[in-house]
């Protein structure tokens, strides 16, 4: 049944016939996941995709977890218009052994192998990787979507990016996979595991895509590059909050792949404050138990529907000078992106002292010492000094 669930809940599974095929072979299959850790933070779009894993795992199947360590210094290009940043190899090492211990809140750890794509991509000679290189040609490469716009409009692609398909085709040839699944957006890399796993003598993988998560805003993927996603590991009153957020577009689809679990033709309250109340539950409790849930809607009703400050609120002190500079205090203290976010909200009414709106960027210091800030609905703070 658990493996039924992930075909379900798939929107490519190629070839077609290929899983049955697979399933036909009466031994444990390995089944693959490649994680980028340029984010320790799994969210709960990345969740959705753990939990698939977690389906074939129920069903005696082994997951293979690939942390690409070695690949994440190339930067994976899916999607985007120019090639990422690459972050350093401490960052790197923090984030994978981050990220893998909270994928065990979803995966069984005695049944997932943990690798590090190092492992083997590090030890590949110049020959090797020119062999490697020989199994793909460059026009099968433009035709990944986000290369190809490149390309066409006189974008620089390195040949660094070109390589990562291969290279991430070749952990499939290294652990020998039977299935490799991921988002929609990674499908062309999937797919480049198949034509390159018959050059080393193996039969190639299946391969599952699965939908992409919506963030917070609504209207992009789920990505905490763009600040519209909800880790797993955030107080019960912040995801809560963050849930009740969402525009109401997103409604449908955060309930059919979050809240549904094992009752897919479950209905929803058709009021969407409602529905949106029932989701924010079902999702806290997920990740916080249903004390964790209560906690958060305590907070949200008594924060944001009343209009009330929360119970502990931290103290911020305030820094030297007069008067105080409010867009570098929200940027400094309470997380504003930037000082031109924090002058936007200011000037939107966003930000209030003392239950008012600011009236002015720079403000005396004798009106905000002991003071009570907040930004949007959620972010407070009492000021000190």
Do not use: C
């Not at 089944?31 to 969210?43: C, E």
């Not at 939990?51 to 997951?63: I, N, P, S, W, Y």
């Not at 490469?141 to 006189?154: G, I, P, T, V, W």
């Not at 991430?168 to 490799?180: C, F, R, T």
Request: charged share 25%.
């Amino acid at each position: 049944m658990s493996v039924e669930n992930a075909k379900q809940q798939a929107v490519d599974i190629l070839p077609e016939g290929g899983l049955e095929q697979k399933l036909k072979l009466g031994r444990p299959l390995r089944v693959k996941l490649g994680v980028d850790p340029t984010s320790p933070d799994v969210h709960l779009g990345f969740a959705y995709v753990l939990e698939r894993l977690a389906d074939f795992q129920k069903a005696g199947h082994t997951v293979v977890l690939i942390v690409g360590d070695y690949t994440a210094r190339i930067g994976d290009p899916s999607g985007l218009s120019k090639e990422r940043p690459i972050l350093e190899d401490a960052v790197l090492d923090e984030n994978s052994k981050y990220f893998a211990e909270q994928a065990f809140r979803i995966l069984d750890r005695e049944q997932t192998e943990v690798r590090q794509n190092g492992e083997w991509l590090g030890k590949l000679t110049y020959a090797d990787t020119v062999r490697l290189a020989r199994t793909m040609t460059v026009a099968r490469l433009l035709e990944r979507d986000d290369f190809a716009k490149r390309f066409s409009a006189h974008v620089p692609i390195s040949l660094s990016e070109l390589l990562y398909p291969v290279m991430q085709a070749y952990d499939s040839v290294a652990i020998e996979a039977d299935i490799e699944i991921g988002g929609t957006d990674q499908r062309f890399n999937l797919l480049a595991g198949r034509d390159v796993m018959p050059q080393y003598g193996l039969e190639p993988q299946v391969v599952m895509t699965f939908p992409l998560l919506v963030g917070t805003d609504g209207e992009l993927k789920m990505s905490k590059s763009r600040g519209n996603y909800i880790g797993i590991t955030e107080p019960p009153a912040e995801m809560f909050g963050k849930v009740m957020s969402i525009p109401d577009k997103a409604l449908e689809q955060w309930w059919t792949m979050l809240a549904q679990g094992s009752h897919p033709d479950e209905s929803h309250p058709e009021d969407p404050m409602e529905w949106k109340l029932e989701l924010a539950r079902r999702i806290t409790a997920r990740w916080h138990g249903e004390e964790g849930a209560r906690e958060g809607e305590a907070h949200f009703t008594r924060v944001v529907r009343q209009g009330e400050a929360p119970e502990d609120v931290p103290e911020l002190p305030l820094p030297a000078g007069d008067p105080v500079h409010l867009p570098a205090l929200l940027v400094d203290g309470l997380g504003v992106a930037s000082t031109s976010e924090a002058r936007r909200l200011i000037q939107q009414g966003g930000v209030k002292v003392n239950g008012e709106p600011a009236a002015s960027v720079d403000l005396p210091r004798v009106a905000l010492a002991g003071a009570l800030l907040q930004v949007g609905k959620r972010k407070f703070a009492r000021l000190t000094g």
